[in-house]
């Protein structure tokens, strides 16, 4: 096994955030290498033409699970200046920093409270973050609050980490309980076609109420 995918199934061996956190932070120098050339992973450029469809130019956004900043260039490439990076790991936060598309940095967990403010953004994207060992299913419940009204959430999410772990039973949760719709959910695609052909994302786009 090449040494990328033995990081990235280290990584996914995470059993909880502190250990999820230390070993971001020490694969963050590594990682663009890993799942940006040897993986092929184009979701963040996926993600970034869809969202690019729903939310103004002009718009604060939120990048929620930011990584070392790959979906930021993209966006900042389709002409969003006004980007937020956050991340549970300091280490890929500095790789992003490095970037220099981002306004500001945050050091935050997905799944519990955010330190922002209710209707603080007018969209979220996430990319990367709803796979195997990260962030839970309840965390859409704390980005539809910093949202504003009529704001959009973009995401990726595994195929069947959607229906194994809790996800659609959220999703249309909050759906029926008028906190976001549906906007658009794309055909099913490989995100990682070299480095894990198995997996199967789609991007999600709701519209909060």
């Excluded at 729903?54 to 993209?74: I, M, Q, S």
Aim: charged share 25%; glycine share 8%; hydrophobic share 35%.
């Amino acid at each position: 096994m090449q040494e990328s995918h033995k990081r990235v199934q280290w990584v996914y061996g995470s059993t909880n955030n502190q250990e999820l956190e230390e070993r971001y932070d020490q694969w963050a120098s590594d990682y663009d290498n890993d799942l940006a050339t040897e993986f092929e992973w184009h979701s963040p450029q996926r993600a970034s033409d869809v969202f690019s469809k729903y939310v103004d130019k002009a718009g604060r956004v939120l990048d929620a699970g930011a990584g070392t900043g790959l979906v930021g260039e993209c966006l900042d490439q389709s002409g969003y200046k006004n980007l937020v990076a956050m991340d549970l790991s300091k280490g890929m936060l500095e790789e992003a920093r490095s970037k220099n598309v981002y306004k500001e940095f945050h050091q935050m967990a997905l799944g519990g409270t955010l330190d922002f403010a209710t209707d603080e953004f007018d969209a979220v994207i996430s990319v990367g973050v709803f796979t195997l060992g990260h962030a839970p299913a309840n965390a859409f419940d704390e980005l539809a609050r910093i949202t504003k009204p009529g704001g959009s959430i973009v995401f990726s999410l595994r195929t069947d980490t959607y229906e194994t772990d809790g996800f659609k039973e959220q999703q249309d949760g909050m759906e029926k309980a008028g906190v976001w719709q549906l906007t658009e959910a794309t055909d099913p695609f490989q995100p990682l076609p070299k480095g894990e052909p198995e997996v199967w994302h789609r991007i999600w786009v709701y519209k909060v109420n």
